[in-house]
């Protein structure tokens, strides 16, 4: 069998073979190695009256559900575009009903499969300006992670401002703009009902600024100031119960059905203790400069 007959074969027998076993781990990348929960599928986890938790164990991908049609924001690594669809598939959604992507920030581990389900569901994909550059590039020349972590472009065609609500149906979303971790992060509040009770809920972005330089940035000059104007927003947010796109961070396990969220945290904490872990960096930042200015 000539070459190129053989390998594509090999893809057609593959595919086969991903979707017989829904529940093995995803594929990892080459080149780029992810924790194994952010490729662990789980059950669809039902969050609230009308939300959902699809997808894997370690990263949070949210369906709505409206009269309207279903809202996404999330969807994972590239690599999770066809478990998605199947999660959206066992809770009777289907694709030409997703009417928007929206995301949280623009890494590869949140909007890596945005492309994939864009294609295979026609929604808007719904971002903001400093979001929308990177995604466009698919995640190339990154402030701080350069060319390491790339993904499938896709182009949003709908850019928000801070604090725009985003509607669909009966549903609305308000998003709150918390640079830092990116400087297009996004964070989301919405209102649901959960257990009967009206319950505010809210997806606050990653909070994380690993090993970012703060100090005198030359990349994101104004990193500090806008991380903390973040938090100011974090703090103002309606928030009974808090999610954030790596779910552990907010307490969830998502692996864990009958017990998905055994360690709840306040908005208000959350934000504390990333403006403790980022005072502590920037002073350690502090010291090390002080240090080389010594003779
Ligand atoms: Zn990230």
């Known amino acids: 069998m000539p070459n190129r007959l053989r390998s594509l074969l090999a893809l ?15 594929p990892q990348l080459q080149g780029w190695q992810v924790p194994p929960a952010w490729l662990t599928p789980i059950t669809p986890v039902q969050i609230s009256d009308h939300v959902w938790q699809l997808g894997v164990a370690g ?9 309207a049609g279903a809202v996404l924001i999330d969807g994972g690594m590239p690599q999770a575009a066809p478990l998605i669809l199947d999660h959206l598939k066992q809770l009777g959604v289907a694709p030409s009903e997703v009417k928007l992507l929206l995301h949280s920030h623009a ?11 864009q294609r295979a ?25 350069g060319d390491s972590i790339v993904f499938p472009p896709v ?15 009966s549903l609305r979303l308000q998003v709150w703009f918390t640079p830092g971790h990116t400087p297009g992060s996004m964070s989301w509040t919405w209102t649901d009902t959960r257990a009967g009770k009206t319950t505010r809920m809210a997806l606050v972005d990653s909070l994380t600024l690993p090993g970012y330089r703060l100090l005198q940035s030359a990349i994101y000059p104004r990193i500090v100031e806008e ?10 947010m309606p928030c009974d119960l808090l ?11 998502f692996d864990k059905p009958a017990s998905p969220h055994p360690e709840p945290l306040s908005c208000a904490a959350y934000a504390d203790r990333a403006e403790a872990n980022m005072r502590k ?13 010594r003779p």
Request: charged share 15%.
């Open 281 to 293: 960096q920037l002073e350690a930042q502090r010291a090390a400069a002080a240090a080389e200015r």
């Open 227 to 236: 991380f903390q104007r973040g938090l100011a927003a974090i703090r103002e």
């Open 107 to 117: 890494h590869a581990d949140h909007v890596g499969s945005t492309a994939a389900l």
């Open 243 to 253: 999610l954030t796109p790596h779910p552990d961070i907010s307490g969830w396990q």
């Open 121 to 145: 569901t026609g929604a808007v994909v719904v971002s903001n300006a400093e979001s929308a550059v990177l995604m466009a590039r698919g995640g190339y020349n990154d402030l701080h992670y």
């Open 12 to 26: 057609v027998l593959s595919a086969g073979c991903l979707s017989a076993q829904a529940a093995e781990p995803l």
């Open 155 to 169: 182009t949003a065609t709908r850019l928000l401002q801070d604090r725009e609500v985003v509607q669909l149906g």
């Open 59 to 67: 990263i949070t991908t949210l369906l709505f559900k409206t009269e």
